[in-house]
């Protein structure tokens, strides 16, 4: 087991700058990309914040890239819509169909980058379920204790 875990660790750190690269990719798709500060060793988490001034809120995605317990490209463990101001009530800039639109452009550098799976992470959150659904998700196919659903890249030819 320790093997699996060093092997692993070493495949994080051997892709490291180019999953910094292509998380910086988002860039392009209107987001702000950090690495995420963990003491996993793991993974290679990153946050995307999508910025909507006009409407006084921004959205955060928590992304995990080339993700070894899924095996998906892409998995979005954690989405939250919030208001610029933090004094401001978070249900007022709720179901504006920002954190929609934050995901599309999610799956748009996904698809632009080759990236063939994206997954959506949320134990049992029926918010999270008919947002990932109203998105273009499936659910994973049984079985699925963390109830998570899936999104899958088709290439068109050519």
């Known amino acids: ?3 699996d875990i ?3 660790v070493a495949y994080v750190e051997s892709v490291r700058p180019e999953m910094d690269a292509l998380a910086k990719k988002l860039e392009a798709y209107g987001a702000m990309v950090v690495l995420e ?3 996993s060793v793991n ?3 990153y946050v995307a914040l999508f910025l909507f001034p006009d409407q006084g809120a921004y959205v955060r995605l928590r992304i995990l890239l080339q993700d070894d317990q899924t095996g998906s490209d892409v998995v979005i463990t954690n989405a939250d819509t919030l208001p610029l101001d933090r004094q401001a009530d978070r249900t007022t800039v709720q179901r ?3 954190g929609s639109k934050a995901l599309q452009a999610v799956l748009s550098w996904s698809r632009d980058n080759d990236l063939l799976e994206v997954r ?3 134990v049992g959150n029926k918010n999270s379920e008919s947002f990932l659904l ?3 998700f499936a659910p994973c196919p049984d079985p699925n204790p963390c109830n998570d659903f899936v999104y899958v ?4 030819p050519g």
């Open 134 to 136: 109203k998105n273009g």
């Open 153 to 156: 890249i088709v290439s068109l």
């Open 6 to 8: 060093d092997a692993r």
């Open 120 to 122: 959506g992470t949320q």
């Open 43 to 45: 993974e290679l988490p």
């Open 96 to 98: 504006l169909g920002l």
């Open 37 to 39: 500060q963990t003491r």
């Open 1 to 3: 087991m320790t093997r």
